[in-house]
């Protein structure tokens, strides 16, 4: 006997019947399933909106390897590969700080996430404490952005872990040879997202379509 056969011999139901008396389609939308099944709603399309949750980096001993060659080429050790203005050789002051910020929003009642630290070895991501370049708020979740060089390259993989641990959906995710950072994106209203243009933190380097600052 088949396991089809058997299936409706002991349940009296071929398996079509089965889907349509017990498994039909689910029509509701996304955002109506978010409290049930990713624990809230995880809305964030707003600049100017109440903050709820916040994405922080604690800072770690990537910034003890300021100072050593970079892991990506030409591995310089200058400062200026390290994008720093200083080596530091203690993270007291830099945590003290962090918690300092984290303490302030948990005062006002936001939650506060602490991203994964640096997975690398060595650790590099000097520049992580910027969360907000790495992945961005959508109508519903995250979206992991792309980071244009390789100082930055490598923080989505813990940021990505950080929001699945939390439940949060990653709803986009740049690709291909796309590049777009958070600093440059924001919402200017619940409908419409602006995204401005920028060399080289963008994907062009059209003059017509970008305009130069002092910090490149």
């Known amino acids: 006997m088949s396991e089809i056969d058997l299936f409706k011999k002991n349940t009296g139901?071929?398996?079509?019947?089965?889907?349509?008396?017990?498994?039909?389609?689910v029509l509701s939308e996304f955002e109506e399933e978010l409290p049930q099944y990713w624990g809230k709603k995880w809305k964030a399309n707003t600049t100017i909106g109440k903050l709820r949750t916040v994405l922080l980096h604690?800072?770690?001993?990537?910034?003890?390897?300021?100072?050593?060659?970079?892991p990506w080429a030409p591995h310089s050790s200058d400062l200026s590969a390290w994008?720093?203005?200083?080596k530091p050789t203690d993270l007291t002051e830099?945590?003290?700080?962090?918690?300092?910020?984290?303490?302030?929003?948990?005062?006002?009642?936001?939650?506060?996430?602490?991203?994964?630290?640096?997975?690398?070895?060595?650790?590099y991501t000097v520049k992580s404490i910027?969360?907000?370049?790495?992945?961005?708020?959508?109508v519903y979740g995250q979206v992991i952005l792309r980071m244009y060089d390789n100082i930055r390259k490598g923080e989505?993989?813990?940021?990505?872990?950080?929001?699945?641990?939390?439940?949060?959906?990653?709803?986009?995710?740049?690709t291909g040879n796309g590049m777009a950072e958070g600093g440059n994106i924001g919402w200017h209203d619940e409908k419409h997202v602006l995204i401005a243009v920028?060399?080289?933190?963008?994907?062009?380097?059209?003059?017509k379509v970008w305009r130069a600052n002092d910090w490149g």
């Open 130 to 138: 910027y969360t907000d370049d790495v992945c961005h708020p959508a």
């Open 13 to 25: 139901l071929d398996l079509h019947q089965q889907y349509m008396k017990y498994h039909p389609q």
């Open 83 to 86: 994008r720093m203005s200083w």
């Open 94 to 123: 830099l945590v003290h700080d962090h918690e300092t910020l984290a303490k302030a929003y948990r005062d006002e009642g936001v939650e506060v996430v602490v991203r994964k630290p640096d997975p690398y070895d060595p650790p």
């Open 156 to 174: 989505e993989l813990p940021t990505y872990q950080t929001l699945a641990e939390i439940g949060c959906p990653v709803v986009g995710m740049i």
């Open 198 to 207: 920028h060399y080289p933190r963008d994907n062009t380097s059209d003059p």
């Open 58 to 70: 604690r800072p770690g001993k990537e910034f003890l390897s300021v100072g050593t060659p970079t």
